[in-house]
């Protein structure tokens, strides 16, 4: 049996961002690795804690940026270990961890010429192979320097990734200027938001104790797909004059009971008397948008009635729907990881600018999904196409 090839990223990751990713994709279709540990340190010999975020923010960050891919995983190797932590010792764990691994640890060209200040750089480079990503020159194989390592027994692969400097400390200043670094995973970018790090402000209030209780409620991608449904009506919410505050609120919650069972949403259901049809009922992706608003106010302390009528039709849709209602049902179709369906880069187009129309479209694609499904439509669902169907159309919709 051949053994496994480990990619290891080791960093701050304060924060992770995109370049990260983009070299950890190319090391691991380069070097045909099995999979990518992203280790997050603990207390860096090198950097201590100067401008370092706290350990738990920078590996909830790293956790939320590498969930989408199976093959990336966020480990707490580095976080849980007392005292200061050297790449030699990490190795040997994992080592003891999996005996038959190859492991591959991922590097900047900037560390490829400091290696030999590394502890026990010799034990180092019998322990695993380096792929070296280029960061500002275009061939650091020519460096003295790599040779002497070589000589060592050190070996390195070169990644083809063309060489880019993306400075941390820049994405954390643009940061504390309240600014949106385009380096940055929109959901990782969300998380900074609401645990008010790197000097941005909270973006709603109390928000710590509502994600640590959503965390535990949600899967990781249900987690993640929050988020970013968060992030997204928000957009929305600046692009139509809408709360931003409430709209964010709305979308980080709205899933909040979406891995709860149907049994168990049918007994939730029932203890708050909710006067709901049988076909709700009867689906837990219909029902868990009711309940979810119920949970909201009892369990997340929403008292905001806008924002819990928002969660409560997030999945039907209703007649008379209020622009927050619609900008939180829209978030939830359009969110950047939603896999491609029919009419989404319209719906999209169409939420920038009426809400109205990319309403409809997106009812009607889904009307149109069922049908091909020979499938009934929801009754709520038909009745929001019809009320829509027949609101005036405004001077901003008509140009769309």
């Given at each position: 049996m051949p053994k496994e090839r480990i990619g290891i990223m080791g960093g701050s990751f304060n924060p992770i961002h995109d370049r990260h990713l983009a070299?950890?994709?190319?090391?691991?279709?380069?070097?045909?690795?099995?999979?990518?540990?992203?280790?997050?340190?603990?207390?860096?010999?090198?950097?201590?804690?100067?401008?370092l975020e706290d350990a738990e923010h920078r590996f909830e960050m790293t956790r939320l940026a590498t969930i989408r891919e199976q093959r990336f995983t966020a480990s707490r190797l580095e976080l849980d270990r007392q005292g200061v932590i050297y790449t030699i010792d990490t190795l040997n764990l994992l080592k003891k961890q999996m005996p038959n691994a190859e492991f591959f640890y991922i590097i900047g060209e900037d560390t490829l010429l400091d290696l030999h200040n590394w502890r026990a750089p010799d034990k180092v480079f019998a322990l695993c192979t380096f792929l070296v990503c280029r960061r500002?020159?275009?061939?650091?194989?020519?460096?003295?320097?790599?040779?002497q390592l070589e000589a060592r027994g050190a070996r390195f692969i070169y990644l083809s990734l063309p060489p880019l400097d993306t400075s941390a400390t820049e994405i954390r200043a643009r940061l504390a200027r309240g600014e949106q670094p385009e380096q940055l995973p929109l959901q990782v970018f969300e998380y900074i938001r609401l645990m008010g790090l790197y000097g941005m402000p909270h973006a709603i209030p109390n928000a710590q104790s509502l994600y640590r209780r959503l965390r535990e409620a949600l899967s990781?991608?249900?987690?993640?797909?929050?988020?970013?449904?968060?992030?997204?009506?928000?957009?929305?919410?600046?692009?139509?004059?809408?709360d931003e505050v409430q709209c964010e609120l709305a979308g980080l919650l709205h899933d909040c009971a979406k891995c709860i069972p149907l049994a168990a949403l049918q007994r939730i259901a029932r203890e708050h008397n909710m006067l709901l049809d049988k076909e709700t009922l009867a689906n837990e992706a219909l029902l868990h948008g009711p309940v979810g608003a119920v949970l909201a106010e009892t369990l997340y302390g929403v008292s905001d009635m806008s924002i819990l009528a928002a969660i409560r039709c997030h999945t039907t849709?209703?007649?008379?729907?209020?622009?927050?209602?619609m900008a939180l049902f829209l978030a939830d179709k359009i969110e950047p990881s939603r896999r491609s369906y029919p009419d989404l880069l319209e719906v999209r187009a169409l939420a920038e600018t009426s809400l109205v129309a990319a309403m409809l479209r997106?009812?009607?694609?889904?009307?149109?999904?069922?049908?091909?499904?020979?499938?009934?439509?929801?009754?709520t669902t038909q009745r929001v196409i019809a009320w829509l169907e027949r609101l005036p159309v405004t001077i901003k919709e008509r140009s769309t």
């Amino acid at each position: 049996m051949p053994k496994e090839r480990i990619g290891i990223m080791g960093g701050s990751f304060n924060p992770i961002h995109d370049r990260h990713l983009a070299i950890a994709a190319s090391a691991l279709a380069e070097a045909k690795l099995s999979r990518i540990i992203f280790l997050p340190t603990g207390n860096p010999p090198h950097k201590r804690t100067q401008g370092l975020e706290d350990a738990e923010h920078r590996f909830e960050m790293t956790r939320l940026a590498t969930i989408r891919e199976q093959r990336f995983t966020a480990s707490r190797l580095e976080l849980d270990r007392q005292g200061v932590i050297y790449t030699i010792d990490t190795l040997n764990l994992l080592k003891k961890q999996m005996p038959n691994a190859e492991f591959f640890y991922i590097i900047g060209e900037d560390t490829l010429l400091d290696l030999h200040n590394w502890r026990a750089p010799d034990k180092v480079f019998a322990l695993c192979t380096f792929l070296v990503c280029r960061r500002i020159t275009t061939d650091a194989s020519a460096h003295p320097l790599v040779r002497q390592l070589e000589a060592r027994g050190a070996r390195f692969i070169y990644l083809s990734l063309p060489p880019l400097d993306t400075s941390a400390t820049e994405i954390r200043a643009r940061l504390a200027r309240g600014e949106q670094p385009e380096q940055l995973p929109l959901q990782v970018f969300e998380y900074i938001r609401l645990m008010g790090l790197y000097g941005m402000p909270h973006a709603i209030p109390n928000a710590q104790s509502l994600y640590r209780r959503l965390r535990e409620a949600l899967s990781d991608r249900r987690l993640n797909h929050s988020l970013l449904v968060a992030a997204t009506v928000r957009r929305l919410a600046a692009l139509h004059g809408l709360d931003e505050v409430q709209c964010e609120l709305a979308g980080l919650l709205h899933d909040c009971a979406k891995c709860i069972p149907l049994a168990a949403l049918q007994r939730i259901a029932r203890e708050h008397n909710m006067l709901l049809d049988k076909e709700t009922l009867a689906n837990e992706a219909l029902l868990h948008g009711p309940v979810g608003a119920v949970l909201a106010e009892t369990l997340y302390g929403v008292s905001d009635m806008s924002i819990l009528a928002a969660i409560r039709c997030h999945t039907t849709g209703r007649v008379g729907m209020l622009p927050i209602d619609m900008a939180l049902f829209l978030a939830d179709k359009i969110e950047p990881s939603r896999r491609s369906y029919p009419d989404l880069l319209e719906v999209r187009a169409l939420a920038e600018t009426s809400l109205v129309a990319a309403m409809l479209r997106s009812l009607r694609s889904t009307q149109q999904y069922v049908t091909r499904q020979k499938a009934p439509l929801h009754p709520t669902t038909q009745r929001v196409i019809a009320w829509l169907e027949r609101l005036p159309v405004t001077i901003k919709e008509r140009s769309t």
